[in-house]
């Protein structure tokens, strides 16, 4: 079983930047791909950006290409959400999540491990 705690949000004023950790326990999880999701109320759970086993790939949804930058860290099981030039509409629950199977998806569906996520929120 594999357990993820999510840490680094809060409120920031538009513009503003976060960063956001992702710290997995349990299980090894630095052969697999892992990712970040977000969710406001009312709304399903949006893909935001993944990376591969080793961190050599990145991938964004288009919303936050350009501003957002996934990285990973495998020696301190932890994944990072940089987060740059942050706008009202980021405001969200972001969760981050392991899939336990090889290649990069966009689906949660595809992820089987989640964190109990991190509020965001940018507001002035």
């Known amino acids: 079983q594999v357990q993820l705690e999510e840490s680094g949000g809060g409120l920031v004023q538009p513009g503003g930047s976060l960063r956001l950790s992702c710290v997995a326990s349990?299980?090894?999880?630095?052969?697999?791909?892992m990712g970040w999701f977000r969710q406001v109320p009312g709304k399903e759970r949006e893909y935001v950006a993944a990376v591969n086993w080793n961190g050599g790939s990145q991938y964004y949804s288009d919303s936050v290409k350009g501003r957002f930058t996934i990285s990973r860290d495998n020696f301190k099981n932890t994944i990072y959400l940089q987060m740059n030039n942050l706008r009202p509409e980021n405001t969200a629950v972001y969760y981050c999540?392991?899939?336990?199977?090889?290649?990069?998806?966009?689906?949660?569906?595809?992820?089987?491990?989640w964190g109990q996520g991190t509020q965001v929120t940018v507001s002035s």
């Open positions: 349990g299980r090894d999880v630095s052969a697999y791909p």
């Open positions: 999540a392991v899939r336990s199977a090889r290649g990069v998806v966009e689906n949660s569906s595809g992820y089987q491990y």
